[in-house]
């Protein structure tokens, strides 16, 4: 089963702007990774955040998340063609070593 | 350092037929995935080694899916017979321990699988 949803399923946007997406998980967690993946071409860890942090920053990324609300967030500043990929939530639940992955949301950044 | 690698990249397969795919770990790295990720969705874990020991295949289809990890090394999955709704991609990943579950895991290129 997916624990993680990710919203929107897909997003379309300019070069320059700012992408949000957003995740929703149902079990308490150790931790939540965010992956990217290129079209044809295995995931890339992006950035860790965990159970007991509420934001944390990398270059042109921002990861929000809301333990109560059961939620991630992240936002992709300043948006570029090269970030045109499909973007992956995963969760660690509390107790295991497991990451379950979300469904995906599919950025398409447009020059 | 070279990345996790996977081989074949494609494969087409028939139904009813075998296929069987390699994963090579970053060197040193103690925990080893097996993903399905079927076209649309998220990867889907099927099976954790580490070492050469079974953490988890909970999720592992047993009646035709199997993977060893000889050696806490090099691993391969096989699906026999296979199935039309076994066209997917299959990923492998590698962390370094794994039950530290703060881990980052680092994915090879996957095989694309299609049977017809």
């Known amino acids: 089963s997916q624990q993680g949803e990710e919203d929107p399923q897909a997003l379309s946007i300019q070069e320059g702007e700012n992408a949000t997406m957003n995740c929703s998980y149902k079990?308490?967690?150790?931790?939540l990774q965010w992956y990217r993946q290129n079209s044809g071409r295995g995931l890339v860890h992006l950035i860790l955040?965990?159970?007991?942090?509420r934001e944390k920053h990398s270059g042109r990324l921002r990861v929000t998340l809301d333990t109560s609300k059961k939620s991630s967030s992240l936002l992709i500043t300043a948006s570029r063609a090269a970030d045109t990929a499909s973007y992956f939530c995963?969760?660690?639940?509390?107790?295991?070593?497991?990451?379950?992955f979300g469904t995906g949301t599919r950025l398409k950044v447009l020059a | 350092e070279a990345g996790v690698a996977q081989s074949p990249r494609y494969k087409i397969i028939e139904k009813r037929q075998s296929v069987a795919f390699w994963c090579n770990p970053i060197s040193g790295h103690a925990t080893l995935y097996w993903y399905q990720q079927i076209l649309g969705q998220g990867p889907k874990l099927l099976i954790q080694f580490q070492n050469n020991g079974v953490v988890d295949d909970s999720q592992l289809p047993k009646d035709r899916f199997s993977a060893e990890r000889l050696k806490g090394v090099d691993s391969t999955l096989k699906i026999q017979p296979a199935k039309l709704e076994d066209s997917a991609v299959y990923l492998c990943?590698?962390?370094?321990?794994?039950?530290?579950?703060?881990?980052?895991?680092?994915f090879g290129p996957g095989t694309r699988l299609l049977v017809l």
């Open positions: 955040i965990r159970s007991n942090e």
């Open positions: 079990t308490s967690i150790n931790n």
């Open positions: 990943a590698s962390s370094l321990v794994g039950l530290a579950a703060q881990e980052t895991q680092y």
């Open positions: 995963a969760t660690v639940p509390s107790g295991t070593y497991k990451y379950i």
